[in-house]
């Protein structure tokens, strides 16, 4: 197969940010996600979420009762 070109060049990062092909066509630099960042509970703030919109009401279901269990027959 091939070989690779003696005059490669080290990132100095240690970081693959981008690469380069032979004919100049540069790929992205890819997207890494931040991590998440830590949540302190005595910082953390709670919000209490109400929904005023008609079609986030509450809605109650009537469920009828179930049918009285029978006694079985002696045969």
Same mark, same amino acid.
């Given at each position: 197969?091939?070989?690779?070109p003696?005059?490669?060049? #080290?990132?100095?990062?240690?970081?693959?940010? #981008?690469?380069?092909?032979?004919?100049?066509? =540069?790929? !992205?630099?890819?997207? =890494? *996600?931040?991590?998440?960042?830590?949540?302190?509970?005595?910082?953390?703030?709670?919000? !209490? !979420?109400?929904?005023?919109?008609?079609?986030? #009401?509450?809605?109650?279901?009537? =469920?009828?009762? *179930?049918?009285?269990?029978?006694?079985?027959?002696?045969?």
């Amino acid at each position: 197969s091939g070989t690779l070109p003696g005059n490669t060049i #080290a990132n100095p990062k240690d970081e693959l940010k #981008a690469i380069t092909t032979r004919s100049g066509l =540069v790929t !992205e630099e890819p997207i =890494v *996600p931040n991590p998440p960042k830590p949540v302190n509970p005595e910082e953390d703030e709670c919000v !209490e !979420e109400t929904y005023t919109d008609p079609d986030h #009401a509450e809605y109650h279901i009537k =469920v009828p009762p *179930p049918p009285p269990v029978q006694k079985p027959k002696p045969p």
